[in-house]
């Protein structure tokens, strides 16, 4: 593949050193000195090595629909299934901000809710041992597979979407909260005890600064099945947003709309997942 | 008290506020109480049907983990031995693993038989946190080590097999903890998609024809097979980390 090859060229300079060693990767002093490679190479570098696993998506794609000379009606190609979301951009812009909207309410209270059951546990010794038997049960259990049930229960409307999306972010993050607000710097704990701080301060500042970057951490883990868990319970409902739509195209034979809402899902389910994770890393930067 | 008596304290006391939902009545006859559902286990018909359909779904779920396995392991061993792949291989997963369920479906469909569709499922959504695992546990040989296998000229192949596979071990042992329950949704959500066997289609019939206790009985033997592969995977865990950690 080309693409490997360029960004092979710009590394190859500093890989290889005329010493006797076997090994390649010994760092020496001994090294001649270098060529620094060209900015404009360095820079068609980096963006190879950032496009090339789309372009190997979409290559692939197209290969195997054409190749396999695969109709329509089985698997459109990328132009195809392009081209119908620019016929009707607007459609499917408000389809992905009702799930988006859906996923990010769910997010929002199932993390309030985890961060608030994991304080509870700080403060209490017995009400930690209590919380740890259903939270392993709830570790090994995907919320979205009984989806079917919770919609019964809580009726087939948004709102059960919300309770879905909110149930499977709610355990990562009372999990990892809980793990966060225990793990505070070794002799910190003693030394606030010493100079006679109260619980309250503690807490606050101590254990919440050493908790906040966990609880993005768990967020990044709960958006993508967040997302997921949105779009299937669309699907299994049948209210409204992509999941909706998708079934919809899926059982009347419009395979281009399909794939389309399958494309547009993942954009925004990307675009969630990258906004979360620059969260995080400003977070671990602020707070470690 | 101790820890673990505790901790079953907590899962009693959530039966009991499930027994207590039910018999208030607050979602109507929607939630069906512990007991009913133990009625459901004790005829003898019913009680084929969902050990039947637990039995094919712990199948697809295993046997597509293992090929989420094999992929993680092909293609992690290759982001390690090609470091200019590595990013992109990154982004790729990372890619995959933002694939919504649903989204995938209408490609599994065209690429795979009805019945095959909950394994290749499973696969797909159990790979990344394989992945992930399997490529930082091969990054998480010790310095110490690595520098010895460099001064004793070891070949990359020989630091690969004796150096960095033991390391990784322990850490991919714990992403198949994260990896399984995946697999069972995967198989699960494969199984609406159009499969005739497993619980996930149990399920659902019992949701549309409201058979309510049966319902409930699908969930709790959903509930026993991610129990069981998880405690598998733990187990596993345990063994590594005890040679390998």
């Known amino acids: ?288 | 008290m101790t820890g673990p008596a505790l901790a079953v304290l907590g899962v009693v006391l959530l039966l009991a506020a499930w027994q207590a939902v039910a018999a208030l009545r607050w979602f109507g006859t929607t939630v069906c109480a512990p007991t009913v559902v133990v009625r459901v286990f004790a005829d003898a018909s019913s009680r084929r049907v969902l050990l039947d359909g637990a039995g094919a779904t712990m199948l697809e779920a295993v046997e597509g983990f293992g090929w989420a396995l094999l992929a993680a392991v092909v293609v992690g061993v290759l982001a390690t031995l090609l470091p200019f792949l590595r990013s992109g291989l990154d982004q790729l997963g990372t890619i995959e693993s933002a694939i919504p369920f649903v989204a995938i479906a209408p490609i599994l469909l065209a690429l795979f038989s009805r019945d095959t569709v909950p394994t290749a499922m499973a696969a797909t959504t159990a790979f990344f946190p394989l992945y992930l695992a399997l490529v930082s546990g091969l990054a998480a040989v010790s310095p110490a080590v690595a520098d010895l296998c460099a001064a004793l000229g070891a070949a990359r192949r020989d630091t690969l097999l004796r150096a960095r596979i033991p390391a990784a071990l322990p850490v991919l042992t714990t992403g198949m903890k994260t990896a399984i329950p995946l697999a069972v949704l995967g198989g699960v959500i494969g199984e609406w998609l159009g499969s005739s066997n497993g619980i996930g289609p149990i399920m659902l019939v019992a949701m549309r024809n409201y058979r309510m206790p049966m319902m409930w009985a699908a969930v709790v033997v959903t509930v026993v097979i991610a129990l069981l592969l998880y405690g598998g995977c733990a187990a596993l865990e345990w063994v590594t980390a005890r040679r390998f950690g």
Request: proline share 7%.
């Open chain 1, 1 to 288: 593949m080309t693409p490997s090859t360029s960004a092979r060229a710009t590394v190859a300079p500093t890989a290889r050193l005329p010493t006797a060693e076997p090994s390649d990767e010994v760092p020496t002093g001994l090294a001649p000195p270098r060529r620094r490679p060209s900015v404009a190479l360095f820079l068609l570098g980096r963006v190879v090595n950032a496009l090339w696993p789309l372009a190997l998506i979409l290559v692939a794609w197209w290969a195997w629909v054409r190749l396999g000379h695969l109709p329509p009606a089985v698997a459109p190609d990328p132009s195809g299934v392009l081209t119908f979301i620019a016929h009707d951009p607007g459609s499917f812009a408000l389809d992905a901000l009702r799930t988006a909207g859906v996923v990010l309410g769910g997010l929002v209270v199932g993390a309030v809710a985890g961060a608030l059951l994991a304080t509870v546990s700080w403060f209490s010794r017995l009400a930690r041992a209590v919380i740890s038997g259903p939270a392993l049960l709830s570790q090994c259990l995907p919320v979205a597979t009984i989806s079917p049930v919770l919609a019964k229960v809580f009726g087939y409307n948004t709102t059960t979407i919300v309770i879905i999306t909110a149930l499977i972010a709610f355990f990562p993050v009372m999990v990892f909260t809980a793990s966060g607000l225990a793990r505070t710097p070794a002799g910190a704990d003693d030394l606030f005890v010493v100079l006679g701080a109260r619980r309250l301060d503690r807490f606050f500042r101590l254990a919440v600064p050493s908790a906040l970057p966990r609880l993005l951490v768990s967020l990044r883990v709960s958006i993508v099945v967040a997302v997921a868990g949105a779009m299937l319970a669309q699907w299994v409902m049948g209210t409204s947003g992509l999941g909706y739509r998708l079934i919809i195209a899926q059982s009347s034979f419009r395979t281009s709309e399909a794939w389309a809402c399958s494309v547009v899902s993942i954009v925004l389910s990307v675009i969630l997942y990258s906004i979360v994770s620059g969260l995080c890393r400003l977070a671990s930067e602020r707070f470690e």
